[in-house]
């Protein structure tokens, strides 16, 4: 691995999918690029589920051919099992859309993160793991590089045009301007763990990320089956109810299981394959995400929720657009907020269309299989928000027979 230099065009911190993603586009552009990430690579993490949509950066990226030789599970659509148990009818993503992109997978995130991390070096980006920053320099309002400890010698100072922030829920920079704000709507904790020989269901030639709301309706469980044997499962519900006066995370979980039967018969025969983890206030957004010399992308822009898998969909297009308007502003010297964040209002737009769909999940009575038999002209329109097809597609018509529901969301609050 090559020393790290003096200066970059761009420096971007956080070796997640976000920012592989904007470190390989870049430096594939013929601009000069630093990727770091403070973590020895790879780093364990959660099985996540991927929406469908994440197929054309993928091929962008020019990763989609490992993809479809690695061992992870192939995810072909997504279930709902309400409170009292009963199953909506599978979404298959093929019966929405014939073409390859509607097949997606189910990751383990650590070789997941390696990939598109190998392919930025692949790309000439210099990558350097184990390797934190301290701090963003500015000079004024602009970003002008990081102070970084590599992982021997001392600390040194790099300077930059761009600094990208892709350092997740860490959010080094917003949280050193102070930009991120906790929704008051979504929070929420996250019980989780994974598991080995639960049920495994292969109808429709691959498996399904599945909902499953607990008899209560107090909580909702995801259960996303992975290679190996494997399934991650994790039980969401409001931080106080979990978290607060209910003993040890194992305890609640186990306690929230029994309030789903469905659930606690697939995991009837199976093991603990780690301990179970526990994550908070994961719902939140920033300020503003663009400033001259800096963007935020990914996590680190953002999160909604876990229930509709959109966290590294998101996280791969906004590094995407981020990525672009990079390449274009760099050669014009043109690095102002609004040149590198010209992308954000209407990605902050159509990623509202989820969130939408998220607070009508919690407004309590909202059932996905009984809202479309009520309402079949919005399956399309659904589904294309399930498969994260925001950008294209959908037009938010769907919101106008959701009201009912995000109006007693509103009560609720």
């Known amino acids: 691995m090559s020393e790290i230099e003096s200066q970059y065009d761009c420096i971007v911190m956080g070796g997640g999918p976000a920012g592989s993603t904007v470190a390989t586009l870049v430096a594939r552009a013929g ?49 709902f099992v309400n409170r009292t148990g009963k199953e909506s009818a599978p979404f298959f993503f093929s019966s929405h859309d014939s073409r390859e992109c509607s097949q997606t997978w189910h990751v383990e995130r650590g070789p997941f993160d390696k990939m598109l991390w190998d392919n930025a070096a692949t790309a000439s980006a210099a990558c350097h793991d184990t390797t934190r920053v301290l701090d963003v320099l500015f000079q004024g309002d602009q970003a002008k590089g990081v102070r970084l400890q590599p992982a021997t010698g001392p600390a040194i100072e790099v300077a930059a045009t761009v600094v990208v922030d892709a350092t997740g829920r860490q959010a080094i920079l917003g949280s050193k301007l102070g930009l991120r704000r906790v929704d008051p709507e979504l929070r ?23 909902i499953l709301q607990t008899r209560e309706n107090r909580s909702w469980f995801w259960y996303i089956p992975q290679a190996n044997d494997l399934v991650s499962v994790g039980v969401v519900g409001d931080a106080d109810y979990l978290l607060k006066g209910r003993g040890k995370p194992d305890d609640v979980f186990q306690e929230e299981l029994k309030k789903c039967e469905r659930l606690a018969k697939w995991l009837a025969g199976a093991e ?61 010297g043109d690095v102002s907020a609004k040149a590198l964040g010209r992308w954000l209002p209407e990605f902050t737009q159509r990623a509202g269309l989820l969130r939408k769909l998220v607070n009508a999940f919690y407004s309590g009575d909202f059932r996905v299989g009984q809202f479309i038999a009520e309402y079949p002209q919005h399956r399309k329109e659904l589904v294309d928000l399930l498969i994260g097809r925001i950008f294209e597609g959908s037009k938010g018509q769907i919101f106008e027979d959701l009201e009912p529901w995000l109006a007693a969301r509103k009560e609720i609050l």
Not at 33 to 54: C, F, H, I, Q
Not at 195 to 200: K, T
Not at 314 to 332: H, M, Q, R, T, Y
């Open 188 to 210: 929420k904790a996250a019980i989780w763990g994974h598991f080995r020989g639960g049920h495994r269901d292969e109808q429709g030639g691959g498996v399904k990320t599945v």
């Open 272 to 332: 603990s394959a780690d301990p179970l983890r526990v994550d908070k206030e994961f719902s939140y957004s920033t300020e503003r995400a663009a400033g001259d010399g800096w963007l935020l992308v990914g996590d680190a822009w953002g999160f909604i929720d876990p229930v509709y898998s959109s966290g590294v969909y998101f996280a791969l297009k906004s590094a995407e657009l981020a990525a672009d308007s990079i390449i274009e502003g760099l050669p014009k």
């Open 31 to 79: 601009i000069k690029t630093l990727l770091v990430e403070r973590e020895k690579l790879p780093r364990p993490s959660v099985g996540e589920s991927l929406m469908p949509e994440t197929y054309w950066i993928f091929q962008r990226l020019g990763v989609l051919d490992k993809l479809k030789a690695s061992s992870y599970s192939q995810k072909v659509g997504v279930q």
